[in-house]
């Protein structure tokens, strides 16, 4: 029988609710909260939010193929520390997540690692080609409920109309990655006047809005559910937000980065800047504010892209896209918005974990008889991004030697911490 848990002196925040209590935990489980609990293991929560762990819905693990960026152990490590319990891993692997020999690994090695819930999403299409549909209903059937070809946007649209039919069909949701390749292809950094001044090619914001505009009717055509990928400009925002004024049943996300780093970033020449899609302006950025508040924008997710340090040592035009941000994602959130506290844990917790279809076991409340899948956080506390510190096998994160607000204290998952005090526990 495992060790009981009692969370002691934090403020539980749930969608309904605000109170200061304690949490007693047993096999998994909340079995009280109250007062006064006494428990095997006790963690001090004073000062701190208690609240339902984080869930990210988009998370390149790299494992199957690329494990010198990152295993999924490590990234599971990542995200414990930053707070999730539940990572939604991307399918550029190698062999990539387009059948159920590895998708079953990829659920396998979450199990062994035993941090988080590592949920693999399916391709849209095999080897994420763009060519020929994936085996959409035989993934569905073993669990899969998001599928995409992230990395890279379905460019054909009779492939991907028929994508969104079958998939209203088995009860699951297609989530884009907004791209037209055609305009983006060489590019380096938003299109705009310091990219000129720069000499650098240009990322027009165009090459994304098209996608989601396309997407959009698409949706509207086949009532099949979508969920927008890392939307990073301002039209695309406005898009989104007529389309839920149509009604139709469309979700979107935004990343830490993009909520908090500029286009003019890229001036150093510093390929840790470089990402996909590009770092805009500070007007995409008010809008993408804008967005969260309003509830146009669901989810916050990071778009964790771990990178071997020689490939992001390369020149900035051929070091490959991406960032890390499973350890940074609340400090830069609450950092750099005007979202309260209930806001900012329904855009990590509540709503990706009903996008991602896991909310019988993720962002549930802190109550008697929920599964203990929870994170505990200082919102005030101030520190300092340390790269010898980071969990994740790369170091690609662009906030070193930054100071973030707002930091993980301890993180339960299924009852057990993984994080106590700042610290991972295996």
Same mark, same amino acid.
């Given at each position: 029988m495992s060790k009981s848990v009692v969370i002691k002196g934090g403020t539980i925040v749930n969608r309904d609710s605000e109170i200061k209590s304690d949490v007693r935990i047993e096999n998994g489980v909340i079995v009280e909260v109250a007062k006064?609990?006494?428990?095997?293991?006790?963690?001090? *929560?004073? @000062?701190?939010? =208690? &609240?339902?762990?984080?869930?990210?819905?988009? #998370?390149? $693990?790299? +494992?199957?193929?690329?494990?010198?960026?990152?295993?999924?152990?490590?990234?599971?490590?990542?995200?414990?520390?930053?707070?999730?319990?539940?990572?939604?891993?991307?399918?550029?692997?190698?062999?990539?997540?387009?059948?159920?020999?590895?998708?079953?690994?990829?659920?396998?090695?979450?199990?062994?690692?035993?941090?988080?819930?590592?949920?693999?999403?399916?391709?849209?299409?095999?080897?994420?080609?763009?060519?020929?549909?994936?085996?959409?209903?035989?993934?569905?059937?073993?669990?899969?409920?998001?599928?995409?070809?992230?990395?890279?946007?379905?460019?054909?649209?009779?492939?991907?109309?028929?994508?969104?039919?079958? *998939?209203? @069909?088995?009860? =699951? &949701?297609?989530?884009?990655?907004?791209?037209? #390749?055609? $305009?983006? +292809?060489?590019?380096?950094?938003?299109?705009?006047?310091?990219?000129?001044?720069?000499?650098?090619?240009?990322?027009?914001?165009?090459?994304?809005?098209?996608?989601?505009?396309?997407?959009?009717?698409?949706?509207?055509?086949?009532?099949?559910?979508?969920?927008?990928?890392?939307?990073?400009?301002?039209?695309?925002?406005?898009?989104?937000?007529?389309?839920?004024?149509?009604g139709l049943p469309i979700t979107a996300e935004v990343t830490p980065h993009h909520l908090s780093l500029t286009q003019e970033l890229l001036g150093t020449y510093d390929p840790v800047f470089k990402v996909n899609p590009p770092l805009r302006s500070a007007q995409d950025i008010r809008a993408l504010k804008a967005g969260l508040l309003d509830g146009t924008i669901d989810a916050i997710a990071t778009d964790h892209a771990p990178h071997p340090r020689r490939d992001k040592e390369m020149s900035l035009d051929i070091a490959p896209p991406g960032m890390l941000g499973l350890e940074t994602a609340l400090g830069v959130v609450l950092g750099n918005s005007e979202l309260e506290i209930k806001d900012v844990v329904a855009l990590l917790s509540w709503n990706p974990a009903r996008i991602a279809r896991i909310d019988a076991e993720h962002g549930r409340p802190v109550a008697i008889g929920e599964p203990a899948n929870i994170c505990i956080f200082d919102p005030d506390l101030a520190w300092s991004v340390d790269l010898e510190r980071l969990a994740s096998k790369s170091i690609n994160s662009p906030y070193v030697g930054r100071t973030l607000r707002g930091k993980i204290r301890h993180t339960l998952f299924k009852g057990t911490p993984t994080v106590i005090d700042g610290q991972a526990q295996k």
């Open positions: 006064n609990l006494k428990a095997d293991v006790q963690l001090d *929560a004073s @000062g701190c939010i =208690v &609240t339902s762990g984080f869930v990210d819905l988009h #998370a390149h $693990l790299r +494992e199957p193929g690329r494990e010198e960026a990152e295993t999924i152990e490590t990234g599971s490590r990542a995200g414990a520390l930053g707070g999730y319990t539940a990572l939604v891993a991307m399918p550029n692997t190698d062999p990539p997540q387009d059948s159920i020999a590895v998708i079953d690994f990829v659920r396998e090695q979450g199990k062994r690692a035993g941090l988080v819930d590592v949920v693999p999403s399916g391709c849209i299409t095999l080897g994420r080609q763009g060519e020929t549909l994936a085996p959409m209903a035989e993934l569905a059937h073993a669990g899969v409920t998001l599928f995409t070809d992230d990395g890279v946007g379905v460019q054909n649209a009779s492939l991907m109309r028929r994508a969104l039919e079958y *998939a209203k @069909g088995l009860g =699951v &949701t297609l989530a884009q990655h907004c791209e037209v #390749a055609e $305009l983006t +292809e060489g590019a380096v950094m938003n299109e705009c006047q310091c990219c000129t001044d720069l000499g650098l090619p240009g990322w027009p914001a165009i090459a994304e809005e098209l996608m989601v505009f396309r997407d959009i009717e698409l949706v509207r055509m086949t009532g099949a559910s979508m969920h927008f990928l890392h939307l990073s400009t301002e039209r695309s925002v406005e898009l989104v937000r007529a389309a839920k004024r149509d």
